[in-house]
């Protein structure tokens, strides 16, 4: 594209800006809400263009598009008027798309293993988001527990040099620990742990000298 083309596009932009701001101040501001959506959408669909017309080269694209895709759909949901809704799934919207961004990039490009880990990051916080508005319950171990099948993901499908990394089980576990303890404190069920604990150790037990095996 010629540097005039791209001076006039900035040029429409800055003045819808301006005018957007405008409305700001002159207190209309469902319509400059609105208006802020639709522009954000435009460029949403700008660089969804850009990744769609060559999706394994342009794969940085598809992030900076979901990014303004989930503002621009919060903006309009604000401009309609339907902020319960919003409160609801407008977070989740905003961070699932950043997530899915993420997990294309991976489909696209599987030597792009990190792409796992905010992809799984960020979907654990959209689904976490949006169950604690139904939910009034702790829900910081569901959390825990998407980091933890987060780097699972990673051991599972991630190679590097064509090998298998050993590393991301370290995580994965440390982390399943936490959420299983962040559930039990939750929960008040702590004081059940030993108990069941000492329980099944003793029922492992018993089962393995039935069987006629070691215990370990």
Known sequence: MKASTWRAIAGIILILMGLLSLLYVMNFDNVAEFG????????????????????????????????????????????????????LIGGSVFLGLLGLAFWIIYL????????????????????????????????????????SATFGLVYLLGRHEGRRMEWPLWPAGI????????????SNLAG???????????????WRSLRGKPVF
Request: charge should be negative; proline fraction near 4%; hydrophobic fraction near 70%.
């Open 108 to 147: 696209l490009h599987r030597d792009y293993w990190w792409a796992i880990i905010p992809g799984g990051v960020l979907t654990s916080l959209a689904i976490v988001n949006f169950l604690d508005e139904l939910i009034r319950f702790d829900l910081g171990w569901l959390f825990l527990l998407g980091l």
């Open 36 to 87: 802020w959506g639709m522009l954000f959408g435009a460029g949403a669909v700008a660089f969804l263009a850009v990744f769609l017309s060559a999706p394994r080269p342009n794969w940085w694209a598809v992030i900076p598009g979901f990014a303004l895709l989930g503002i621009a759909f919060m903006l309009v949901l604000e401009a309609l008027n339907l902020d319960a809704l919003g409160e």
């Open 192 to 206: 059940f742990v030993w108990p069941l604990a000492l329980i099944l150790a003793g029922l492992y037990l018993i």
């Open 175 to 186: 982390l399943a620990v936490i959420a299983l303890l962040s559930l039990v404190e939750a």
